[in-house]
Nanobody, 123 residues
Framework: QVQLVESGGGLVQAGGSLRLSCAASGRTFSNYDMGWFRQAPGKEREFVAAISWSGGSTYYADSVKGRFTISRDNAKNMVYLQMNSLKPEDTAVYYC????????????????WGQGTQVTVSS
């Protein structure tokens, strides 16, 4: 089992920045590739970013490429999502997730999920 707890969400104006954090506990964190997903009201959950277990490979949705950066610190069992140049359409609940079999953009590939943190971007 891996337990994931997100933090860092909040209300920010368009153009602003937020950094989301995800704290992991349980099984060896460095065994897992990690991802961030988001779900806006009335919409399906969508992929945001993923990072390999070593941090050597990162992947982004086209909608956030160049604005968001995913990173991890295996010594601290943490994964981060730095979000810059935020837009109102980034408003959603953001979830981190752990995948034992390779970084993926597909939510059903992920084994463990956090409870989510709300990000609201005002125009």
């Amino acid at each position: 089992q891996v337990q994931l707890v997100e933090s860092g969400g909040g209300l920010v104006q368009a153009g602003g920045s937020l950094r989301l954090s995800c704290a992991a506990s349980g099984r060896t964190f460095s065994n897992y590739d990690m991802g961030w997903f988001r779900q806006a009201p009335g919409k399906e959950r969508e992929f945001v970013a993923a990072i390999s277990w070593s941090g050597g490979s990162t992947y982004y949705a086209d909608s956030v490429k160049g604005r968001f950066t995913i990173s991890r610190d295996n010594a601290k069992n943490m994964v981060y999502l730095q979000m810059n140049s935020l837009k109102p359409e980034d408003t959603a609940v953001y979830y981190c997730a752990a995948d034992a079999y390779g970084p993926s953009s597909l939510d059903y590939d992920y084994d463990y999920w956090g409870q989510g943190t709300q990000v609201t971007v005002s125009s």
